[in-house]
């Protein structure tokens, strides 16, 4: 006897709680901070739904889920405006103040 089984869980926004709270960790773009919900899916029809453990940022760009925690702050946030700091001292990539000495940016992870 053979079964084929197609199925599988999945994240999806319940509520969004706050739109433009913070950036996106893999583009950069504008994310939101949302209430979100598991699904499981039999054959890609929901079969059963069930709350996330607490709130969540959600990037609608590259459609992304991560922590709250690990959002990247918005750049006019940050303490020195842009023209302040030299285009050495900031990640090519995520835009964030850097020390000089450093040859990978610690929020990011890439190479500077």
Do not use: T
């Amino acid at each position: 006897m053979f079964f084929f089984f197609v199925g599988g869980v999945e994240q999806q926004v319940r509520q969004v709680l706050k739109y433009g709270a913070g950036r996106c960790i893999a583009c950069g773009s504008p994310a939101d901070l949302v209430e979100y919900e598991k699904v499981l899916k039999l054959f890609f029809v929901p079969a059963w739904r069930w709350l996330g453990k607490g709130p969540a940022m959600y990037c609608n760009n590259c459609r992304l889920f991560f922590p709250e925690s690990y959002s990247l702050p918005h750049p006019e946030s940050e303490s020195l405006p842009p023209s302040a700091v030299s285009d050495s001292l900031r990640c090519r990539f995520c835009d964030r103040v850097v020390k000089p000495e450093f040859r990978f940016c610690p929020f990011c992870g890439s190479a500077l």
